[in-house]
């Protein structure tokens, strides 16, 4: 039962608290990985109006159904970054997970671009979920920042020790909330955004000047679409704030 690398919450404490952080009054919730149901037990018990776990291992399947009856017909076996949401119920939904390291940040950012994204709630190890908190400055301030940002409002609800899990981890983690705002980059221009910040961040040990000259931008326009943003062109992207990068986008796509 470990073929998925699992390691499964068994502290109370934090258990209580992400199911506390679920939105008062959302009527649909999707679980993703409940594993042996941990979170799923209390997250049943509320009743909500539509419930839906996606669970990749069939033995945590099994499980599930035989422990908690309830599940039966509310969980689908699959991976989730294969899973169709289109299957879901079409309506304001709240996400709540433990994630799986290995591919939290590709999970959340499905999510965050899914059009019934309504809130979340997820776990993370501590160094993926500084990065995803920081501001402009700060260690790990890069893409994962930005690009959570601009489509929601992450916060730090709970820090979780390894001996909240069995097997404990090798790494300590975090609990984040997501706050769901109106994007700062129009859906139709985000793949655009997103292929920007990643140049930017692509030469981490050069300049932005260098970075998005070496990505293919003119020179003449990133000099100028600098200056037109008050940035020196010595400045590094980990230095330059997500105003600020909106600004440039803005700026280099004229």
Same mark, same amino acid.
């Given at each position: 039962?470990?073929?998925?690398?699992?390691?499964?919450?068994?502290?109370?404490?934090?258990?209580?608290?992400?199911?506390?952080?679920?939105?008062?009054?959302?009527?649909?919730?999707?679980? *993703?990985?409940?594993?042996?149901? #941990?979170?799923?037990?209390? /997250? @049943?018990?509320?009743?909500?109006?539509? =419930?839906?776990?996606?669970?990749?291992?069939?033995?945590?399947?099994?499980?599930?159904?035989?422990?908690?009856?309830?599940?039966?017909?509310?969980?689908?076996?699959?991976?989730?970054?294969?899973?169709?949401?289109?299957?879901?119920?079409?309506?304001?939904?709240?996400?709540?997970?433990?994630?799986?390291?290995?591919?939290?940040?590709?999970?959340?950012?499905?999510?965050?671009?899914?059009?019934?994204?309504?809130?979340?709630?997820?776990?993370?190890?501590?160094?993926?979920?500084?990065?995803?908190?920081?501001?402009?400055?700060?260690?790990?301030?890069?893409?994962?920042? *930005?690009?959570?940002?601009?489509? #929601?409002?992450?916060?730090? /609800? @709970?820090?979780?020790?390894?001996?909240? =899990?069995?097997?404990?981890?090798?790494?300590?983690?975090?609990?984040?909330?997501?706050?769901?705002?109106?994007?700062?980059?129009?859906?139709?221009?985000?793949?655009?955004?997103?292929?920007?910040?990643?140049?930017?961040?692509?030469?981490?040990?050069?300049?932005?000047?260098?970075?998005?000259?070496?990505?293919?931008?003119?020179?003449?326009?990133?000099?100028?679409?600098?200056?037109?943003?008050?940035?020196?062109?010595?400045?590094?992207?980990?230095?330059?704030?997500?105003?600020?990068?909106?600004?440039?986008?803005?700026?280099?796509?004229?």
């Amino acid at each position: 039962m470990q073929k998925y690398g699992q390691h499964f919450l068994t502290s109370e404490r934090v258990i209580d608290g992400i199911v506390a952080a679920v939105a008062p009054g959302a009527a649909s919730v999707l679980e *993703i990985g409940p594993g042996r149901g #941990a979170l799923t037990e209390k /997250l @049943l018990a509320k009743n909500f109006v539509h =419930f839906t776990a996606v669970e990749i291992d069939p033995e945590m399947q099994t499980y599930l159904e035989t422990h908690f009856p309830a599940i039966k017909g509310h969980i689908v076996c699959a991976d989730f970054l294969q899973f169709d949401l289109k299957t879901l119920p079409q309506e304001p939904t709240f996400i709540v997970s433990n994630l799986p390291y290995i591919d939290a940040a590709d999970i959340l950012n499905k999510v965050l671009s899914w059009s019934y994204f309504a809130g979340a709630v997820f776990m993370f190890q501590k160094e993926q979920a500084q990065r995803i908190l920081a501001h402009a400055g700060q260690e790990g301030y890069g893409p994962i920042s *930005i690009l959570t940002q601009v489509r #929601a409002c992450p916060k730090l /609800l @709970l820090k979780v020790g390894k001996a909240c =899990f069995n097997p404990p981890p090798k790494v300590e983690s975090a609990v984040l909330t997501f706050e769901k705002i109106p994007w700062k980059v129009p859906a139709s221009a985000y793949a655009q955004f997103e292929r920007f910040i990643k140049a930017c961040f692509l030469h981490r040990r050069k300049t932005l000047f260098n970075s998005l000259s070496l990505c293919g931008y003119a020179k003449e326009k990133v000099q100028t679409v600098l200056a037109g943003a008050g940035l020196a062109p010595t400045v590094r992207a980990e230095d330059v704030s997500l105003e600020q990068f909106l600004q440039l986008f803005s700026l280099i796509g004229q």
